[in-house]
């Protein structure tokens, strides 16, 4: 792509300096300016349209990212709230049981 890019500035430049040294010895030498001016402004173009294009694909992939994460922050704040909860309150009530210690009574 910057190869490309770099094309339309030679050919500025040398219409540049045909104009320079003799501004007779090019006929079309201010059509040929006014074309490589037009193609590198056209490549200008095309390359602020492109990185305006990567640019909104990295946003976007971005705040879904960070809508992600936070989604799974919560839901492991409100899980690790809830185990606390549950632990500290009821570790002292005897008439709850977890499943395996009813598991454990069971058993002969």
């Known amino acids: 792509m910057l190869a490309n890019a770099r094309k339309p500035l030679e050919v500025l430049r040398r ?10 010895s090019n006929p079309d030498g201010n059509f040929s300016l006014q074309q490589g001016c037009s193609n590198l402004t056209l490549h200008v173009c095309k390359l602020v349209a492109s990185l305006a294009r990567q640019d909104c694909k990295f946003t976007t992939s971005l705040q879904n990212r960070r809508s992600t994460t936070r989604r799974i922050y919560s839901k492991l704040v409100a899980s690790s709230s809830w185990q606390t909860i549950a632990k500290t309150e009821y570790a002292d009530e005897a008439w709850i049981r977890s499943l395996d210690n009813l598991l454990c009574n069971l058993s002969p």
Do not use: A, G, K, R
């Open 15 to 24: 219409n540049i300096l045909l104009e320079e040294v003799d501004p007779d």
